[in-house]
């Protein structure tokens, strides 16, 4: 069974690693590209990570099982409409699907 967990502080690899993972098995799901991203530096992945981790405007799950991510999911609240959510994507390694991972 996969453990769902928000990224937090320390979680920049681990998200760089199941994001670039999503952009190369669905790169038709997403806003970006495989090449974009496997060039930010480290900075960029630990930006993202201390917004999910400071919780105010955005948050970023992954699912890990046997220590290995299996799926992710992230979203960030509007401005302007703090009410409203975004989904800005979820993906989940094919070998891991129909799996319940969605299940709580």
Known sequence: MAEIRRLGKNDGALLREVRLRALRDAP????????????????????????????????????????????????????DEPRTVTLWGSWVDPAARRGGIGRG
């Open 28 to 79: 038709y799901a997403y806003s970006s590209w495989f090449a974009r991203e496997a060039e930010f530096a480290d900075e960029v992945w630990d930006d993202r990570v201390a917004q999910s981790d400071a919780g105010l405007a955005a948050a970023v799950f992954v699912a890990v099982e046997a220590e290995r991510s299996v799926g992710m999911a992230g979203g960030y609240v509007h401005q």
